[in-house]
């Protein structure tokens, strides 16, 4: 059946429709609150600008989100996430814009379009860090197709600068899977990618990656579909019902983020099965999300609640039956 469902929805990719679009089509989007609506859109040739904007905190840590596949910045992901760090108020929120790039054939025309641009956003970052934006303050975070071209954007940063910088943090929700994984046209984000990658698996083996492939990698009610509270497949990609596993990952960010105290309790465990007889590798307190700790290493379960707040607390790093 999981071979079945890859079939038909490469059959979807490829048919959609062309989309030729421009690099340049690209934006950053800076939020500055107090709500959605307040934004400035900048090129990608003079991005600088954004630290001279006068509700840009320098003070503040500065995260960029790459949305994902057929996305625009008008889409509820996007919203969700403004929200949730315009609410947290610790955080400069900007958005790449890659809305025309994003969309298209998604073998021939998107998954190429993520690697040209996420090269180019690596170089971008290159600009704001010379422009002197702190890298220790710097967080990119992608969606899908997103967190691939986020993992472009960290080797880009990597090897133009001669391997004298490196970002401090990639977070990928749900990575994009076909067709980065074996990748032997594609490369994946790797832990490589940044000093610290944390990746959270909603969707495994279908729209999002099958294996671990972070410097730390959580699971959420196994990573797979279905997440609790989803509706069952109908078969029909890329509709509402078929993407509900693989936007948990960004709901469980958000919620991560607009929280005031850590949540997502998870624990250390060599699989779902030994998380499932409570066999753990340790038993100090890990979180999923914005708060997690970037020492941490290696293959972290938990389980979630079917609907808002999908947190269960220190009750989600104990498995109960559902």
């Given at each position: ?85 315009l609410k947290r108020n610790d955080h400069n929120i900007i958005i790449l814009d890659w809305a025309q790039l994003a969309d298209g054939n998604y073998l021939f025309e998107a998954v190429p379009n993520s690697k040209k641009l996420g090269e180019v956003l690596g170089l971008v970052i290159l600009d704001l ?194």
């Open positions: 059946m999981r071979l079945l469902l890859l079939v038909l929805l490469v059959g979807v990719w490829v048919g959609l429709r062309p989309a030729k679009a421009q690099i340049a089509s690209a934006k950053l989007m800076f939020f500055y609150g107090p709500t959605y609506n307040e934004n400035h859109s900048f090129d990608l040739t003079n991005v600088a600008e954004i630290l001279n904007h006068i509700r840009f905190n320098p003070n503040k840590k500065t995260v960029i989100y790459v949305h994902g596949y057929l996305e625009t910045p008008e889409v509820e992901s996007v919203h969700v996430i403004v929200d949730a760090y860090i010379n422009a002197g934006l702190d890298l220790n303050k710097l967080h990119l975070i992608g969606h899908s197709l997103g967190g691939q071209l986020a993992g472009y954007a960290g080797r880009t940063v990597i090897e133009k600068s001669k391997k004298s910088i490196k970002l401090k943090r990639i977070t990928a929700l749900d990575p994009a899977f076909p067709p980065f994984y074996p990748g032997v046209f594609v490369s994946h984000i790797s832990h490589k990618d940044a000093e610290f990658v944390d990746v959270v698996h909603t969707d495994a083996w279908l729209y999002g990656a099958p294996v671990s492939t972070g410097t730390v990698d959580f699971w959420p009610n196994k990573g797979k579909t279905l997440q609790p509270g989803c509706p069952k497949r109908n078969y029909k990609p890329l509709t509402d019902n078929d993407l509900c596993s693989h936007r948990r990952s960004w709901w469980f960010w958000a919620e991560s983020v607009a929280e005031p105290m850590p949540n997502f309790h998870a624990v250390k465990c060599k699989s779902w099965a030994d998380f499932k007889l409570g066999s753990l590798e340790n038993s100090y307190p890990a979180y999923m999300g914005i708060d997690c700790d970037t020492r941490l290493r290696g293959d972290y379960y938990l389980q979630t609640n079917p609907e808002s707040p999908y947190s269960k607390g220190p009750a989600g790093a104990k498995y109960e039956v559902p």
